[in-house]
C-alpha cells in the first residue's frame, strides 16, 4: 500500500468532497471484485486475542470502528475491513435517495485537523443500499446501520421515516444507529427530546431483534444528555454512541457559518459529554466513543472511560489508514502494561 504522506498532499489539492470520492473508488474495489476477508492474511488487520470481544452477539476482532458518514451507501465495507476496522457503520441512509445540500458542503480545517461538513445526508436511498447490503450479509466484521430522516419530512411524521428503515433494514446489518444528531438537516435535533425518543423505541422494539443504538449531539447541555440517554435506555435502547459533530464554530479559526466540525477540535467536547454519559450508564448498556480520536492513548482513554468500542472518522483523513493498524497495536501494549489479558477487562477501568 502507498504511504500515506507522500500521497496526501496530492489529494489535498482536491476538493474534499472530490478526494472523498476518489478514496471511495478505490475502496470500494474490493466489494466490486468479492474479494474474501481473512484477517490472518491482512497486512492492516490486527487480530490479536487480547482486543477481541463478543457484543450483541457477533465477534469483534478488534474494537476500533468506522464512524458513519464515511460509507453512506455500504459500497465500501470490503476496503474497510482491509484497511483494519474491526467493525464498520454505514449511512446515514434515509428512506428516499436525496442529494444532500448544495455544494461546496465539506471543508478542511489543515492546521487543526478537522473537517466541516454541511453534507445532509446525501444518500443512495433505503432500497438500493438494502439491496446492496443482501449481496453481502453477512460479514466478517460486525457492520451497524445508521438511519435517519429524509430532509423534506416533516417532524411530526419523522418517526415513520425511522419505522420503515428499520422494517427495510431488519436482518441486513449487525445493530441500528438512531440518529437524531446530525446538524445538517433542518430540525433534526429538534428530535433529541424525550417524548419522541420514548415513542420511537417503543415502536422500534416491536420490529426488530437488532440492537437499538442512539447517536447523540456533543452540543447539549451535560444534565440534558445524561438524562435523555437515560431514558433512552430505559425505554429500549441497547446502546449510546457519543458523540455527533459540534456546531461550536469557535473551535476552528476560520469556520464557515454551516455545517457540523469533527476531527481534533471535537476531542475535548465529545469526551466530556462520553464521561458524563459513561458516569451514569457505565455497567448498564454499550457505549461507544467518537470525536476527535486519532492515537491508541486517546482510544484507550475513551475505553477505560467506559467505551467498549470507539469510532474513527476524520484522523483517517488526515493520518491515513496506517493509523488503524498503529492504535491497534499499541493498544495491545497499553493493556499488557496495565496487567490485562483482554480489553474487556480495560473497559471502565477509571469507574471501578
Known sequence: MLNYESIKPLLFKFEPETAHHIAECVLRMPNICQIPFNPFLESHFVNDASLKQEIFGHTFLNPIGLGAGFDKNATMIRGMQILGFGFTEIGTVTPKPQPGNPKPRMFRHIKEESIQNAMGFNNDGAY??????????????PIGV????????????AINDY???????DGLGDYFVINISS??????????????????????????SMPI?????????IEAAVNLTKMAVQHGADGIIATNTTIDYS?????????????????????????????????????????GIDSAKEAYKRIRAGASLVQILSGLIFHG???????????????KADGFENISQAIGADRK
Not at 443500499?129 to 466478517?140: A, C, D, E, I
Not at 438537516?185 to 415502536?203: A, M, V
Not at 489508514?321 to 493493556?335: A, F, Y
Open 213 to 221: 443504538l442512539l447517536k447523540i449531539a456533543p452540543d447539549m447541555e
Open 251 to 291: 473551535l476552528v479559526k476560520h469556520p464557515k457559518d454551516i455545517g457540523g466540525l469533527s476531527g481534533a477540535v471535537l476531542k475535548e467536547k465529545s469526551f466530556k459529554i462520553f464521561d458524563a454519559v459513561a458516569a451514569e450508564l457505565y455497567g448498564k448498556t454499550i457505549l461507544i466513543s467518537v470525536g
Open 128 to 141: 438500493k443500499v438494502v439491496k446492496r447490503l443482501k449481496q453481502r450479509y453477512p460479514f466478517t466484521t
Open 163 to 169: 419505522t420503515h428503515l428499520i422494517k427495510a433494514f
Open 183 to 208: 446538524p445538517n438537516t433542518p430540525g433534526l435535533r429538534d428530535l433529541q427530546n424525550e417524548e419522541f425518543i420514548k415513542n420511537l423505541f417503543s415502536q422500534a422494539k416491536q420490529l426488530t
Open 146 to 157: 445508521n438511519i435517519g430522516k429524509n430532509k423534506v419530512t416533516p417532524e411530526y411524521e
Open 321 to 335: 489508514p496506517d493509523m488503524i493498524m498503529n492504535i491497534n497495536n499499541e493498544l495491545i501494549q497499553l493493556l
